[in-house]
């Protein structure tokens, strides 16, 4: 059987009292940094949320100015040019997949990259919608050549 001495027990326990303490300490000091690292998340979602805000307001801006600018008689003016000159091509079919394509790779988080991104599919939709019609009044003629 082992014995320990008065002295010694009192310097265990002294021992012990100190790593408590010091694990009280250190508790302390790491509820103290939880505290703050939830104060700086809380403020980085607040700023978060606000420049999403932002971006929400000037994507509804974008919105209007391109529904805007398909009301212009000089936007429709370039896109039957564009559409006479390209768009029947493969080439041009090739190059509007690659610009979609590396628009979605580059990421689309910002607003020119938006904006740009809206009016080339803008230009895409228009110039396909006047070939489409352009197409059908060719075809209405050779139909009504045919039957003169």
Do not use: P
């Not at 039957?80 to 091509?89: G, H, L, N, P």
Request: glycine share 2%; charged share 30%; proline share 0%.
């Amino acid at each position: 059987m082992e014995f320990v001495t008065r002295d010694e027990l009192v310097s265990f326990t002294a021992e012990i009292r100190e790593d408590i303490t010091e694990l009280k300490n250190s508790i302390s000091e790491l509820s103290r940094a939880i505290v703050k690292l939830e104060h700086i998340l809380d403020k980085n979602a607040l700023v978060l949320r606000e420049e999403n805000d932002k971006r929400y307001l000037i994507r509804e801006d974008m919105v209007q100015d391109a529904i805007s600018i398909l009301d212009n008689q000089e936007f429709s003016k370039h896109a039957e040019d564009f559409v006479a000159d390209t768009i029947v091509k493969d080439k041009a079919r090739k190059s509007i997949e690659c610009v979609i394509s590396g628009f979605i790779a580059k990421g689309r988080d910002n607003a020119m990259k938006w904006w740009n991104f809206i009016r080339i599919i803008g230009v895409a939709i228009a110039g396909f919608l006047v070939y489409i019609i352009i197409s059908s009044q060719m075809n209405i003629i050779d139909l009504l050549n045919k039957l003169e």
